[in-house]
């Protein structure tokens, strides 16, 4: 068998796997590079002959899910390579770039071609067992910052790999996280190779907290302010699902665009909880003399609103903030910023958009948890799968960080951060 890291071992994002047998190969995530700010992400493989080079032999590539630094290198691919990915996450990628389709910046780069392309995915759920050649992957669910994200085993020449993809220990639905690990992965065989994300390696000391300690937050935040303005993103079901819950316990109403509203009742459809269930969302309609703005005005209101994909224009023009803040009382008026804080500093991940929404506002403050596994989470990862022979980390600036985790000298000393032969498995970094 044999391992290739294409990218991830020293970078967030972008991350490339490949796994090969001597007849069969594989690909977990092709992503693309993250952008650094407003600007475009540079990536030398965002090409068809990079990418016609790298699936060369390729039977299937197989998506963690559906944020671009995992899957937007799939616009690339040749016609005859399938490519599997959660069947929610295939609707929300669908619906995404279905609406981008609309848009004068995107309208010359998402082509029907494009669209045809993303609607060929084949989609698989939790635990179906997908062969391809003679590699079997099988999908397990995971809790991040995407709904419908997976980790992935891969049974190939007696092998057994872990993928784990983006996950977490501190969303809503992470407490099936190791129950997973213990009674439906680790049973049937012990595991190999663990493969795992290390982005908050470079956080050691950072403690993200409950998705649930954020929604009480927000909470206490809409009993202070009576109109809250919610920047996040929106597609974190998650997250989006803290806000609906604190704003119904709060007894605001919910608003958002009609794309965001799409988006919502895609979760909704998929719902096994009540928590996940956006049952009282409201399109917001932009006019003071409309009979909404009178209710709305007189209860409140949480308001989600974006920036990166559809850019502060877009909220300018069909949600014009600035009119809004006008006509609300300044001291009961509050923006929540819900993302990492590294896109508001001054740097090259700044984002103009989230600075120029974040500048409106007098009032506003951050509550944010992130979508990644904690240095406690990813111990307890490693020491629950006790991987046979290596530990790969990616998704990573910092993958050597590994070795400063808790871990036993035993685990230590299986961490591979460069190219290796070990117990007949080639691991090329």
């Known amino acids: 068998m044999k391992i290739t890291i294409h990218r991830g071992i020293n970078q967030i994002g972008g991350c490339i796997t490949e796994i090969a047998t001597s007849s069969t190969k594989i690909i977990i995530d092709l992503g693309q590079n993250l952008p650094k700010g407003n600007q475009p992400a540079e990536d030398d493989k965002a090409n068809h002959k990079a990418i016609a080079e790298l699936t060369d032999n390729v039977s299937a590539i197989f998506y963690t899910h559906y ?29 995404k770039y279905k609406r981008l389709a609309k848009s004068q910046r995107f309208k010359n780069e998402i ?17 179906d067992k997908i062969t391809v050649g003679d590699i079997t992957v099988t999908p397990y669910f995971v809790s991040h910052s995407a ?10 020449d007696g092998k057994r790999i872990l993928h784990t993809g983006d996950f977490r220990g501190h969303g809503y639905l992470s407490k099936g996280l190791l129950p997973t690990i213990q009674k439906l992965i680790l049973p049937k065989k012990s595991i190999d190779v663990l493969i795992t994300e290390g982005t908050m390696l470079s956080r050691l ?24 303005f919610v920047l996040c993103s929106s597609t974190d079901m998650e997250r989006l699902a803290s806000f609906h819950a604190a704003s119904k316990t709060a007894k605001r109403s919910f608003l958002c665009d009609e794309y ?53 224009s877009y909220i300018k023009k069909n949600i014009p903030i600035q009119d809004l803040l006008q006509w609300l009382p300044t001291e009961q008026t509050l923006l929540i910023y819900s993302y990492w804080d590294g896109y508001l500093s001054e740097g090259e991940n700044q984002i103009a958009d989230f600075m120029e929404i974040w500048n409106m506002f007098p ?28 530990i790969i980390p990616i998704h990573s600036q910092h993958s050597d960080a590994y070795k400063k985790l808790p871990l036993a000298d035993e ?19």
Not at 69 to 82: E, M, S, T
């Open 67 to 95: 944020h671009g630094d995992h899957v937007d290198l799939f616009k690339f691919v040749p016609n005859g390579v399938k490519q599997y990915i959660g069947e929610t996450a295939k609707k929300v990628m669908s619906l």
């Open 111 to 127: 082509t029907p071609e494009l669209l045809q392309k993303l609607d060929s995915f084949a989609t698989f759920k939790a635990e």
């Open 147 to 156: 709904c419908d994200a997976y980790m992935f085993v891969i049974d190939a």
């Open 205 to 228: 000391n950072e403690h993200p907290i409950h998705e649930r300690d954020l929604q009480k937050e927000a909470i206490e935040l809409m009993n202070r302010y009576k109109y809250v």
């Open 260 to 312: 965001q509203k799409n988006v919502l009742e895609i979760f909704t459809s998929i719902a096994k909880s009540s928590l996940f269930k956006f049952d009282n969302v409201n399109f917001y309609k932009h006019d003071r003399q409309h009979k909404q703005f009178s209710l709305i005005e007189k209860i409140g209101f949480c308001m989600l609103i974006r920036g990166k994909t559809t850019h502060a």
């Open 363 to 390: 009032n506003k403050l951050q509550l944010h948890t992130s979508g990644h596994a904690s240095a406690e989470c990813l111990v307890e990862v490693c020491q629950t799968v006790n991987p046979a022979t290596a």
């Open 411 to 429: 685990l230590k000393e299986k961490i591979i951060t460069q190219s290796t032969t070990k117990q007949n498995i080639e691991i090329i970094i």
